[in-house]
């Protein structure tokens, strides 16, 4: 009886196949709907394959058919986190088009909005990025401070989400009689409440495990792949659009390129936590010197581009946002490209999650802080 | 390197380029033809050293259709734009960049998804916001869709 069964040698039995695993388009660790078609051996990771699109809403066609007005009120669709910047990006291309000189108060308020919102972004982030490792307490942690941001801009443009305030010429209307006071209140919270996110999490030893050596990405592919914002930066690539290209206030005031060399998942976490103090600083610069002065420039009801071409950079919380108008003369432009950061940000990944355990992919993501409405546009 | 420094420096490598006057940045439009090499130069010349395609966009023309690459040198800081037109709309061709630039390989996948522009020698050119059956080109200019799209 025994010599008929036919047994596999134990060498066959132990080895192992590759095979694909769907990540997403639901998983919650994806900040969005994202598809991660994953090729894994074991746990570890072979290849990484994105499929996006879910989210796609073709934003770049509808600005072919709207108004240079209604253009500014469809990009805070795409990066809800970075609203505010991705308006002024718009509105700066439009002003660059028309030479419109905007008032230096405009300029100043801009520029402590912009903080704000990357601080609401990286605080948004910092709570998720704890979340998605397992610790739950830095999500509510992250909450509760963004939520007194989320106040001084409800009362400032009356949302609190996909938020409109920056306008072709300036803003939509003057500043909230409250607005500096809470800003300084919230900036003095802020202070105290930063080093708690470093106790929590940067110190944790769980976290730091899980972190550091993970994901290393060299500054060459950083370059190569276009991979932008605090990302890049952790990998060495100085791409600071407020540094290399400034707009706004940007040149006047004191603040510090946030540059690391590791470019694991651990510098860019450091990356973002350190940009949130540079982002303190440079509110605190600005908020008692709002010059007095109009809100707004002059500017026609309809406006119409002239003939040409013209790109905008600016430095949103994930790194160089564009937007490339082509213009025909008319009251739409011809063609209108954004070149969102996330994007660029996402096809890096194969690259580096390529032989990390599937877990780590997780951590990988997070520190990458994509936001899909961004990528799909 | 300035702008006009840059240009004559260009102007040795190519014949036939093309400039845009008062336009933002330095505007060179290559023939199709020499796009691939003259691009590799871009990036691996000492002088220019374009490393960094921050932005890569396609446009519908009447009669052509057209890449625009936006690059900048991380180590000497300057800027440019790159274009080139494809010959007709029709069967609209031209040479990926992606072996010189790894992220013009995703940018040049959208470009193909909504313009139908085919990337000679892209290791894989597909559709990556549109669903794999999904017929016709968006983004081009004649394109319609009843169900999608809202005319008003």
Known sequence: MSDQLDLAPATDLLTSQEYFVNMGPQHPSTHGVLRLVLTIDGEIIRKVEPHIGYIHRSIEKMCEKDTYRQIVHLTDRMDYLSCHINNEAVCLAVEQALQIEVPERVKVIRTIVDELTRLASHQLWWGVMGMDL?????????????????????????????????????????????????????????????????????????????????????????????????????????????????????????????LMTDGDCFARYKARILEMWESLRIIEQLIDNIPEGEFQAPTKQVIKLPKGEFYQRVETARGDFGVYIISDGNKSPYRLKFRSPGFSNLFVLDLVARGSKLADLVAIMSTFDYVMPDIDR | MNNEALLQLLNTWAEGLETEENAQYLNVRVPAAQLHDFAFRLKNDEATSFDYLFCLSGVDWPEYMEVVYHLESTKHG??????????????????????????????????????????????????????????????????KDEINMIEL
């Open chain 1, 134 to 258: 397992g610790a739950i307490t830095s999500f509510l942690y992250g909450f509760r401070d963004r939520e007194m941001i989320n106040d001084i801009f409800e009362e400032t443009c009356g949302a609190r989400l996909t938020m409109n305030y920056n306008v072709p010429g300036g803003l939509m209307f003057d500043i909230h009689p409250n607005f500096q006071k809470r800003t300084k209140d919230f900036v003095e919270h802020f202070k105290t409440k930063l080093p708690e996110y470093d106790q929590l999490l940067s110190d944790n030893p769980i976290f730091r495990a899980r972190t550091e050596g993970i994901g290393y990405m060299s500054k060459e592919d950083a370059i190569a792949y276009g991979v932008t914002g605090p990302s890049g930066r952790a990998s060495g690539f100085a791409c600071d659009v407020r540094k290399r290209h400034p707009y706004g206030m940007y040149s006047q005031v004191e603040f510090k390129e946030i």
């Open chain 2, 78 to 143: 300057h800027c440019m734009v790159l274009k080139s037109r494809t010959d007709g709309r029709e069967d609209p061709r031209l040479d990926t960049v992606c072996d010189i630039w790894p992220t013009a390989d995703a940018h040049e996948r959208e470009a193909f998804d909504m313009f139908g522009i085919r990337f000679n020698n892209h290791p894989d050119l597909r559709r990556l916001l549109l669903t794999d059956d999904w017929e016709g080109y968006p983004m081009r200019k004649d394109y």
